[in-house]
Protein backbone atom coordinates (compact mmCIF):
# COMPACT_ATOMS: atom_id res chain seq x y z
CA UNK A 1 0.00 0.00 0.00
CA UNK A 2 2.66 2.37 0.61
CA UNK A 3 3.40 2.20 -3.17
CA UNK A 4 0.02 3.77 -4.04
CA UNK A 5 0.34 6.64 -1.16
CA UNK A 6 4.11 7.59 -2.77
CA UNK A 7 2.16 7.55 -6.56
CA UNK A 8 -0.70 9.29 -5.15
CA UNK A 9 1.68 12.13 -3.32
CA UNK A 10 3.27 12.82 -6.87
CA UNK A 11 0.41 12.26 -9.18
CA UNK A 12 -1.79 14.34 -7.79
CA UNK A 13 0.21 17.67 -7.75
CA UNK A 14 2.08 16.83 -10.90
CA UNK A 15 -1.39 16.97 -12.49
CA UNK A 16 -2.17 20.37 -10.65
CA UNK A 17 0.79 22.00 -11.82
CA UNK A 18 0.15 20.64 -15.64
CA UNK A 19 -3.59 21.93 -15.39
CA UNK A 20 -1.79 25.68 -14.22
CA UNK A 21 0.43 25.59 -17.00
CA UNK A 22 -2.42 24.43 -19.82
CA UNK A 23 -4.40 27.57 -18.08
CA UNK A 24 -1.50 29.93 -18.45
CA UNK A 25 -0.44 29.05 -22.05
CA UNK A 26 -3.90 29.43 -23.34
CA UNK A 27 -4.31 32.67 -21.70
CA UNK A 28 -0.76 33.62 -23.43
CA UNK A 29 -2.38 32.38 -26.96
CA UNK A 30 -5.50 34.54 -26.43
CA UNK A 31 -3.08 37.28 -25.50
CA UNK A 32 -1.64 37.13 -28.12
CA UNK A 33 -4.57 36.42 -30.66
CA UNK A 34 -5.62 39.60 -29.48
CA UNK A 35 -2.63 41.58 -30.04
CA UNK A 36 -2.59 40.52 -33.65
CA UNK A 37 -6.27 41.10 -34.16
CA UNK A 38 -5.61 44.63 -32.88
CA UNK A 39 -2.95 45.51 -35.35
CA UNK A 40 -4.75 44.06 -38.06
CA UNK A 41 -7.47 46.76 -37.17
CA UNK A 42 -5.20 49.30 -36.91
CA UNK A 43 -4.87 49.06 -40.67
CA UNK A 44 -8.12 49.38 -41.66
CA UNK A 45 -7.84 53.10 -43.50
CA UNK A 46 -11.73 53.72 -43.02
CA UNK A 47 -10.97 56.49 -40.14
CA UNK A 48 -8.59 58.30 -42.83
CA UNK A 49 -11.03 58.03 -45.82
CA UNK A 50 -13.29 61.03 -46.92
CA UNK A 51 -16.10 58.86 -46.98
CA UNK A 52 -16.36 58.41 -43.41
CA UNK A 53 -18.67 59.59 -41.04
CA UNK A 54 -18.16 58.88 -37.83
CA UNK A 55 -21.55 58.91 -37.71
CA UNK A 56 -22.65 55.73 -34.83
CA UNK A 57 -25.71 54.98 -37.28
CA UNK A 58 -23.94 55.07 -40.73
CA UNK A 59 -19.83 55.01 -40.80
CA UNK A 60 -19.60 54.78 -44.93
CA UNK A 61 -22.24 55.83 -47.47
CA UNK A 62 -20.45 53.98 -49.35
CA UNK A 63 -19.59 50.54 -48.16
CA UNK A 64 -22.04 50.35 -44.89
CA UNK A 65 -21.85 46.62 -43.90
CA UNK A 66 -17.75 46.42 -44.50
CA UNK A 67 -17.10 50.47 -42.34
CA UNK A 68 -14.24 50.04 -39.69
CA UNK A 69 -14.39 45.72 -39.74
CA UNK A 70 -11.52 43.36 -41.26
CA UNK A 71 -13.29 43.36 -44.67
CA UNK A 72 -12.19 47.54 -45.60
CA UNK A 73 -8.95 46.66 -45.79
CA UNK A 74 -9.01 46.40 -49.50
CA UNK A 75 -11.76 48.92 -49.70
CA UNK A 76 -11.73 50.04 -53.56
CA UNK A 77 -13.21 53.45 -53.02
CA UNK A 78 -11.34 54.62 -50.08
CA UNK A 79 -10.03 58.22 -50.88
CA UNK A 80 -7.41 60.09 -48.47
CA UNK A 81 -9.54 62.97 -46.45
CA UNK A 82 -7.88 65.99 -48.24
CA UNK A 83 -8.86 68.94 -46.10
CA UNK A 84 -7.14 67.94 -41.92
CA UNK A 85 -10.24 70.04 -41.10
CA UNK A 86 -12.99 68.07 -42.39
CA UNK A 87 -11.31 64.34 -41.20
CA UNK A 88 -12.91 62.02 -39.31
CA UNK A 89 -10.73 61.08 -37.04
CA UNK A 90 -12.60 59.44 -33.87
CA UNK A 91 -10.92 61.89 -32.23
CA UNK A 92 -12.30 65.10 -33.95
CA UNK A 93 -15.29 66.14 -33.66
CA UNK A 94 -18.99 64.77 -34.52
CA UNK A 95 -20.20 65.49 -37.61
CA UNK A 96 -23.79 65.99 -38.39
CA UNK A 97 -25.64 65.80 -41.25
CA UNK A 98 -26.39 69.42 -41.20
CA UNK A 99 -22.85 70.39 -41.18
CA UNK A 100 -22.60 67.77 -44.25
CA UNK A 101 -25.14 69.46 -45.95
CA UNK A 102 -24.33 73.11 -45.47
CA UNK A 103 -27.70 74.49 -45.08
CA UNK A 104 -27.86 78.32 -45.38
CA UNK A 105 -28.53 80.19 -42.31
CA UNK A 106 -31.82 81.38 -41.42
CA UNK A 107 -30.51 84.88 -41.37
CA UNK A 108 -29.13 84.44 -45.22
CA UNK A 109 -32.62 83.57 -46.09
CA UNK A 110 -34.54 86.64 -44.63
CA UNK A 111 -34.40 89.33 -47.15
CA UNK A 112 -33.39 92.21 -44.88
Avoid at 1 to 14: F, G, H, K, R, T
Avoid at 24 to 49: M, S, T, Y
Avoid at 50 to 66: I, R, W
Amino acid sequence: MPSVDILLAIAVPLGIWAMVLVFVLAVLLAVNDGVQRLRRLHQVPCFRCQYYTNSPYLKCPVHPLDAGSEAALCCTDYEPAIDPARSSHPKTRFRTVSSLLKFPSRKSRVGG
